[in-house]
């Protein structure tokens, strides 16, 4: 494992809390003597000052007051049914295309638009909600000795370490630093309580395991849209945090000891009604990703990354990995004032070689080399500074290990393509959105896959299938509400 492909797995286990343990007693959820960790009023007030934080990581709040009561009255009615049903319990939608779910000790639950998008009906979103309220109610995160408070996505990866704050890191990188990786015994631990809880809910329990699978196709797919093993698929979604199988999440079931819930609650036709429109993938105001090419219509610019490169988009950079693992590129704002040659000449800390003004499609810009470090191991450094208007500068990091050149023509390449979008061109996009259709007499799952974004995308059969839940033998019925992505 080279250390760029590390840096990717690191993400996975950053930590997301804590204060130092101080007390033993019972959990009420488990029934097990442990260690308590903080006290209540510590987790709420941790949940409180982290809120804001975990928004402006995580896109903000996704705007849509209805899903969001929505989203809310499901959390609240599993939160009543747990151990601790008088915590001042917070569900939140996040403006993130990630699949992911989480959740601080205080009560505070997060819940990403892709997942939502990717669920197929109630009792799947229940399942994950009652996953976390499962690992705030057995005090999981509160249990954790001897991590800091909270971890920023910048500490999910060492950084490029140059000794200057002024070039960027590229720890924001590939994960979500609040999203901490539990034990194998807390997942299943988690698991149980929320098979609990779905049960007193009247939700069938096996929402869990049919969600799982999805979320298995849907990283295979992901790593075959990008030329990856489908096998050895690392992917930043719920399933890396949670690490679980379909098999353990059968077992929670059967060690929750519930009894087999009558008229279980599905609400699929409920559910659809209320993602309808929901939008998909990437927003055109957080930056779009188009196979190789960012774009950002906001602000009006967009670039293209070498072949074999996949894009991952954060809120605060934009970060592109080579798909052997041995080439990282980091892009984001930069405060430089001046000259941007002279940045790189009066550096106080990084020594920059070979030093040059470049115009790029008409703007200033000026690139160094210099060394550093991503994961504790040495790197070669290009950096690249383009001066946008008076006021932006964006910066572009490349990064291989020593000695290698095999990717210098083509960062010059994605250098040279970074150009200014013309009003026109971003008045043009429009973000994707989840469209709600029924199946007429006739329709099929290659004919509805033609509709999903105007037929251009390779996989658009499979996208079909995963987004509706539905394997290679199914077949759709006249008057059967689905999903298609437009």
């Not at 705007?63 to 929505?70: G, V």
């Not at 079931?253 to 087999?260: K, L, S």
């Not at 009066?346 to 920059?352: L, R």
Request: hydrophobic share 40%; with cysteine; glycine share 10%.
């Amino acid at each position: 494992m080279t250390m760029f492909n590390r840096a990717r797995s690191a993400i996975a286990g950053a930590a997301v809390l804590l204060l130092a343990l101080n007390a033993c007693g019972t959990n009420p959820a488990t029934g097990q003597q442990s260690l308590l960790g903080m006290s209540e009023d510590q987790e709420v007030q941790v949940s409180k000052q982290e809120h804001p934080k975990i928004l402006a990581e995580f896109g903000g709040e996704y705007d849509d007051p209805e899903l969001q009561r929505y989203v809310t009255s499901l959390g609240e009615l599993l939160a009543k049914t747990s151990e601790r049903p008088d915590l001042p319990w917070k569900f939140t939608i996040l403006d993130s295309p990630m699949v992911n779910a989480f959740a601080l000790p205080g009560g505070y639950v997060y819940i990403t638009r892709g997942l939502l998008a990717l669920a197929s009906n109630e009792a799947e979103v229940a399942s994950v909600l009652a996953h976390e309220i499962g690992h705030v109610a057995a005090r999981h995160s509160s249990q954790r000795q001897g991590r800091s408070t909270l971890v920023g996505l910048g500490a999910a990866l060492a950084g490029i370490l140059t000794g200057s704050g002024q070039i960027a890191q590229m720890g924001n990188a590939i994960g979500a630093g609040y999203v901490q990786k539990f034990s194998r015994d807390q997942e299943l631990q988690a698991d149980t309580l929320g098979v609990r809880y779905m049960s007193r809910a009247n939700y069938d329990p096996n929402a869990a395991v049919t969600f799982l699978r999805k979320m298995q196709q849907e990283t295979r797919l992901q790593a075959i849209e990008a030329g990856k093993d489908p096998d050895q698929a690392e992917q930043i979604n719920w399933m890396s945090s949670h690490p679980r199988t379909a098999d353990r999440v059968e077992q929670a079931i059967e060690n929750a000891g519930v009894t087999q819930v009558s008229n279980p609650i599905v609400e699929q036709d409920v559910y659809l009604s209320k993602i309808d429109g929901i939008v998909f993938g990437d927003d055109p105001d957080q930056g779009v990703i188009r196979g190789r090419t960012f774009v950002h219509p906001a602000l009006g610019f967009e670039f293209e990354v070498p072949k074999g490169f996949q894009i991952i988009n954060q809120p605060q950079q934009v970060l592109a990995q080579a798909r052997e693992g041995d080439g990282l590129i980091s892009f984001g704002q930069a405060k430089v004032e001046g000259s941007l040659r002279n940045w790189f000449l009066d550096h106080p800390k990084a020594q920059f070689e070979g030093v040059e003004r470049i115009d790029v499609n008409g703007m200033e810009g000026a690139t160094g080399v210099t060394q550093g470090a991503v994961n504790d191991e040495k790197a070669d450094l290009r950096v690249v500074l383009i001066r946008y208007d008076e006021d932006t500068v964006y910066q572009f990091i490349f990064a291989t290990p020593p000695g290698q050149d095999r990717y210098a023509r083509a960062f010059r390449e994605t250098t040279y393509s970074f150009r200014k979008l013309s009003r026109s061109e971003a008045q043009g996009f429009q973000p994707e959105r989840v469209q709600v259709v029924t199946v007429r007499s006739g329709d099929t799952v290659e004919s509805l896959a033609r509709r999903m974004r105007g037929g251009d995308s390779e996989y658009a059969e499979e996208e079909f299938r995963l987004i509706n839940g539905l394997d290679n033998n199914a077949r759709l019925r006249p008057g059967q509400k689905v999903k298609i992505v437009v």
